[in-house]
Structures are given as structure tokens and as C-alpha cells.
């Protein structure tokens, strides 16, 4: 069973548009939760990670939030550009060293429009 | 520089054919790792090794087998490539401490006909 659900499976915003995107998952313990971004044919690129119970971090116009409680976590794009087409994917760590496991999502993929 | 890089970059194969896809990076992480990524699924790990002949299965280690000679190489070997082989495949490494900060490579496509 996928232990990492995104939401939504794709998205369209116009170029200067905000977006928000879901990840909600069931992995136990849940150490940290990390966003990448994914452009077309390339390698996960991070953009932020979240480690504490009611956590939130803010990376230029990313910004992200995680509540352990609910086990769900929204990242947020304020004034998309086109660069930010690109498929976003939420990963959980049950540990912080190697000894971990992660939990990938499907990601979301993004759209931006002219 | 930090890095990650993986060669080929794209490969066709035929079905029973074999397959070495290679791995460097610079970083001199312990901890290396292979995954698949195939649409509409998050990646799922092949091989996770924590140093130098240190290897361990992932999930979905059956066709697959890895070698690790060197700290900063790391190759994935298919022996005898079937068509449900056929997908994306990254590298990434770590910091044995530091498990949860990923570096990964820009992927190897494979295609096996």
C-alpha cells in the first residue's frame, strides 16, 4: 500500500499564480519530510526539509509546512514562473541517518502557463 | 563541485542482453543507493549500499544485482534484462549520518526490447 499520497496528480496555473500542493502519508516513525522538484528528464533537486512536530520553512518562493499530528504536509508556490513546471515529490524518512528508509510519493506534476 | 553522475545517460537493450549502468560522485558519501522510477509510482529502492562491499537489498532487489569497489563508484548489473526492466533509473548518494540529505543523478533511461 502507498504509504505517500500527493495531491493533485497534475496541476495548471497561469505564470504568476500561487499554487498549493498536498502530501499526506501513514510512515511510522516519520523522522523528516522532504520536497524535491523533478524538471523533465533530470535528476530530485530538494528544496526544503521538515523535521519538527508543527514545522515550516520558506526557501524564496517556496514555502512549506508539515504537521506530524495529521501526518500531512502542503507545499506552497507563491508567483509561479514557468520555470516552475516540474513534477514535485514528497519523500518521508522514518530516520535521520542511512540507516533510514524513504518513502517516495508519486509527485504532482506542474504546469505553468503563459 | 558536488555531484552525482550517471552513464549511460540512455540505452537499448534487447531482452536477455546484460546491462551495467555506473554511478560516481565526488562527495565521498558513505552511502549510495539505486533506485527505479516508473510512472505513476514514488521511486522504489533497489540497492542501498553504506560503504566499500557493504550492499544491501531494498524492496524490489530481484533481477538486479550491485557492485561497490570504490567509495565514490557504485554500478547496478542486470543480468539477462527483461522488458519490465524497462524504466528510469537514479543514483543518489549520502552522508551516513546525514540519511535524510539525498544527492541524486540526472537518471539512465533503459529501454530493453
Known amino acids: 500500500k502507498t504509504q505517500v499520497e500527493q495531491s493533485p496528480q497534475s496541476l495548471v496555473v497561469r505564470q504568476g499564480e500561487n499554487c498549493v500542493l498536498q502530501?499526506?502519508?501513514?510512515?511510522?516513525?516519520?523522522?523528516?519530510l522532504r520536497w524535491f522538484k523533478q524538471d523533465t528528464g533530470k535528476g530530485l533537486v530538494s528544496l526544503t526539509v521538515?523535521?519538527?512536530?508543527?514545522d515550516k520553512t520558506s526557501n524564496g518562493r517556496y514555502s512549506a509546512t508539515l504537521d506530524k499530528d495529521a501526518k500531512h504536509s502542503t507545499l506552497h508556490i507563491t508567483a509561479t514562473l514557468l520555470d516552475d513546471t516540474a513534477t514535485y515529490i514528497c519523500?518521508?524518512?522514518?530516520?535521520?541517518?542511512?540507516?533510514?528508509?524513504?518513502?517516495f510519493g508519486a509527485g504532482t506534476q506542474l504546469i505553468v502557463i503563459p | 563541485d558536488m555531484k552525482v553522475t550517471q552513464m549511460p545517460r540512455y540505452l537499448i537493450k534487447r531482452m536477455g542482453e546484460n546491462v551495467l549502468l555506473e554511478c560516481g560522485q565526488d562527495?565521498?558519501?558513505?552511502?549510495m543507493y539505486w533506485y527505479r522510477q516508473d510512472p505513476g509510482l514514488g521511486l522504489q529502492l533497489i540497492y542501498i549500499?553504506?560503504?566499500?562491499?557493504?550492499?544491501s537489498e531494498g524492496d524490489i532487489p530481484k533481477g538486479y544485482r550491485v557492485s561497490r569497489k570504490k567509495r565514490e563508484h557504485f554500478s547496478l548489473i542486470l543480468d539477462s534484462a527483461k522488458t519490465n526492466q524497462t524504466s528510469v533509473y537514479f543514483c543518489?548518494?549520502?552522508?551516513?549520518?546525514?540519511?535524510?540529505?539525498?544527492?541524486f543523478g540526472e537518471g539512465s533511461r533503459l529501454i530493453v526490447v
Open positions: 543518489a548518494s549520502s552522508l551516513r549520518n546525514s540519511g535524510n540529505t539525498l544527492y
Open positions: 502530501c499526506n502519508y501513514s510512515v511510522t516513525p516519520d523522522n523528516h
Open positions: 521538515l523535521v519538527d512536530q508543527k
Open positions: 519523500v518521508v524518512g522514518d530516520r535521520g541517518s542511512a540507516l533510514g528508509r524513504l518513502h
Open positions: 562527495m565521498s558519501h558513505e552511502t
Open positions: 549500499s553504506y560503504d566499500v562491499d557493504s550492499n
